[in-house]
């Protein structure tokens, strides 16, 4: 089965500090691993995903399959990073599966 | 607005009832993606057309179908709407149907009574 697990619903840290949301996932093929992004009062987008491997605002995020992880990373923390992180798993059939999000809070 | 649009923002309604959610995706996108977004079930995919076929299928109820049109804006029919039905619908559309972004829209949210 598909699965992802983003174990902290809730991260604050202080602007920056060095941040890292996890991911975990359980997949048996070839996962396709994205990470979204939803500002407040802003539409869900693309932060950015593992085939491209390129950074976005800072952001970097390597896939290992042998510990089945996406963790996010950013070495500071800007109060505008503040928001609602989803780790998302494309796999059999296209079909999408999400995590349950974390809400990073960036502390000034 | 050249982004994906979605009517109506709100809905109210009662259990039993059948409504119907429209997304228009962006300029030049052929793929739409349908979302649920509910507190206790999170994001869920429901299911990808593209070009007006069905390309991907999730977590999407019997009671719920959809459709892409030739002028590819699509529509999300609920119907015997329960209250867990009650949730935030993200459509998403991009330009192919599998390596591309996609890019959402607001949103519309069903409020079941």
């Known amino acids: 089965a598909q699965r992802v697990t983003q174990p902290e619903k809730l991260l604050s840290v202080f602007k920056g500090a060095p941040v890292e949301l996890k991911c975990n996932y359980s997949y048996s093929g070839s996962p396709e691993l994205f990470w979204y992004v939803q500002y407040s009062r802003q539409r869900l987008q693309l932060l950015l995903r593992h085939i491209s491997r390129e950074s976005i605002k800072g952001f970097t995020a390597d896939l290992n399959k042998g510990e089945t992880s996406f963790h996010l990373k950013k070495p500071f923390a800007q109060e505008e990073d503040s928001a609602m992180y989803y780790c998302?798993?494309?796999?059999?059939?296209?079909?999408?599966?999400f995590g349950p999000g974390t809400r990073l809070s960036v502390l000034p | 607005d050249s982004g994906v649009t979605q009517t109506p923002k709100h809905l109210i309604t009662a259990t039993g009832q059948r409504v119907t959610l429209r997304c228009s995706p962006r300029s030049g996108d052929l793929s739409v993606y349908w979302y649920q977004q509910s507190l206790d079930q999170g994001l869920q995919f429901l299911i990808q057309y593209y070009n007006g076929e069905e390309r991907a299928k999730g977590n999407i109820l019997e009671r719920f179908s959809a459709q892409q049109f030739p002028d590819l804006h699509s529509e999300l029919n609920l119907s015997s709407l329960e209250l867990g039905d009650s949730a935030l619908y993200f459509c998403?559309?991009?330009?192919?149907?599998?390596?591309?972004?996609?890019?959402f829209g607001p949103g519309t949210r069903l409020t079941v009574l």
């Open positions: 998302a798993l494309r796999g059999y059939g296209q079909n999408f599966v």
């Open positions: 998403a559309s991009s330009v192919g149907w599998a390596e591309d972004t996609q890019y």
